[in-house]
């Protein structure tokens, strides 16, 4: 997958000069490989200064010095040292290209010593153990560096898209400040905690938006995505043999945590589907089957839905390529259905995480006296893992908190009476015809040989499951087992935490309306994340506007909507190559996603790949009447 170079009336970065087959430098009496290095080397270390202001110049070698030692310090190892050498190295050399590598391999998740070694990788990037994290320094150090590479700009088209964006975002990093600076946080606080995820997205844009002027970053970036991808799935496939996973409770399978990366390869997917670059080959082949499967054993719900809903509305604007897009997904869905019913239990897994959660939270709705989702009756399984009203409602239609049913002696909600022509307790009839002698049900729904109720599922000794010769009745779905059991409850609690978040964040907002409770406020009684130490609801704008006041989601919106409309203009394009359309994809993905927890504003790793990508597709610096400059982009 590659980025192709658009022509321009320049004719100077964006035209692709014409280059012999296997030559890297463009002269053919010279070798290609030594040439390369001899030109890759100094060209990553001394950024162009023939057109760029000297204060820029210094700025970039300043930040680049920082951003190392602070990786060296970071990290206190020998892979630290190195990577405190490569890393800035490859971000003055290729500013776009080096930092979407590292949004798209560090993963922002702390380890706990649950988490396995690839669900945490490369976290110090975003959770560092200083006060600001690496990738602040080294997205500066990238946008600095782009600048320097097509310094001097052009005149900035301010009425257009980039522009709004640009204007959105900068006035979030004022609002954040502002806001720290009225509830009595220091200047450097309400910076670093506030307005860091929207300084991000300001760096993003600018590196997006620099994409179109770099040359090399073009040709390069779009591999290098795809190669960052296929060695993140070749990865998890060597760690789940060995249980390096995030969270067994939900999949033997379940990988990356961060919802970030399957919203990247789900954008990445979408992107490659009817591009005209497409090539029937094997890197082609092996990114589009790659891409899908990260977003699966992520396990991501919300990136589920956004994707298909983002997959949608490019299919319908690229209607006349539909031919194309068809065989695409002819080819990858049956090879996806083949590794999902040859690895043991995935597809079991994947049609819980996608389908049993959301069943459990409609047929039992948290109710509204209770403000702690977890709390929640419905939300609770009983002793066998399914939930109380499942058992059969008590008389006031409410599941009952224990999971058994009320002594109401009405029917129970299988309407099946038992063997003895009485309504049995659990709705099922009991293997002897007769009720037990508690007259209560057993855990299970299974009397025990004595008759008495039994607490769990296992046989008796005698290896009879109930007594009598006759087998036991058995429900039209079988039980779950003990793991389902947990993975339903784990996913009803998160459904109804979310839910509950949603109708709690907008009472508080009802009560402060105009200003907030600010971004110091701890958090507020009832909301699903007790643990938080700020106020933090599962809505992006409900957090904001509880934090920042009114203004903030407004800002947020426009910005989201502005590059939602830049996003389908670019799909529409017949002209966009499949880096626009991925970054066009993302832009689309990213709304809804936000709608179930604040990533922009709580995290570093989504304003920065949000930035870049709606950098990408809403330019703000124009590309024409820029003095011609010989040899490219090249530093």
Known sequence: MGSRGTSTASGTDDAPQPRERGDLTGDAGRPALPAAASRWVPAALRPRTATAPRPLVWATWAMAAFTAAYIAW????????????????????????????????????KPNGRFGALTTLG?????????????????????????VRWWPPARPRLRSAGGVLVGAAAALVVLSVVAGLLHGQSPFSAVNQNARPFVLLVLGLVIGMSLRLLRDDRRSVGPTVGVALCLLLVAAAIAIPFGEIADDRLSDYFVYYDSALPAIAAAVFIGML???????????????????LLV??????????AALAAFLVVLVLTWPRWRRIARQVVVVVPVLAVIALAAPGFAADLGLRSAGSFELSGSAASPTSSPKPSSSPSGTPTATGTPGANAGPPASGKPSPSGKPSPTGKPSATGKPSPTGKPSQTGKPSP???PSPTGKPSPTGEPSP???????????????????????????RPAPTQRAEES?????ESTAGHLSDLRLGWDYVREHVWTGVGPQSPQLPGLAARDATRVYVHNELLQDWLRYGPLAPVLVLLFLVTAGLAALRAVRDPASDVVVRSAAAFCLIAPLCLMTAPFLAETSRWPLVLGIAAGIVAPLILTRGRPARPGGDGA
């Open 450 to 476: 004595t008759g008495t109720p039994r607490a769990t599922g296992t046989p008796s000794p005698s290896g009879r499951t109930g007594a009598g010769s006759g087998p036991s009745s058995t429900p039209t």
């Open 274 to 292: 009817g591009d005209d670059g497409w090539r029937w080959d094997w890197r082609h082949l092996g990114v589009l089957t790659a891409a899908p």
């Open 296 to 305: 699966l054993i992520s396990f991501r719900r919300s990136v589920w839905l």
């Open 488 to 492: 339903i409850k784990h996913q009803t």
């Open 432 to 434: 002897t015809g007769k």
């Open 123 to 147: 976290y110090q990037t975003f959770v560092s153990t200083g006060k600001i994290p690496v990738a602040l320094p080294l997205a500066l150090t990238a946008a600095l560096a782009a600048a």
């Open 74 to 109: 970071t990290l206190r190892s020998p892979v630290g040292v190195v990577l405190a050498v490569a890393v800035p190295a490859l971000v003055l050399r290729l500013p776009v290209t080096g930092i979407v590598l590292v949004a798209v391999l560090a993963q922002e998740i």
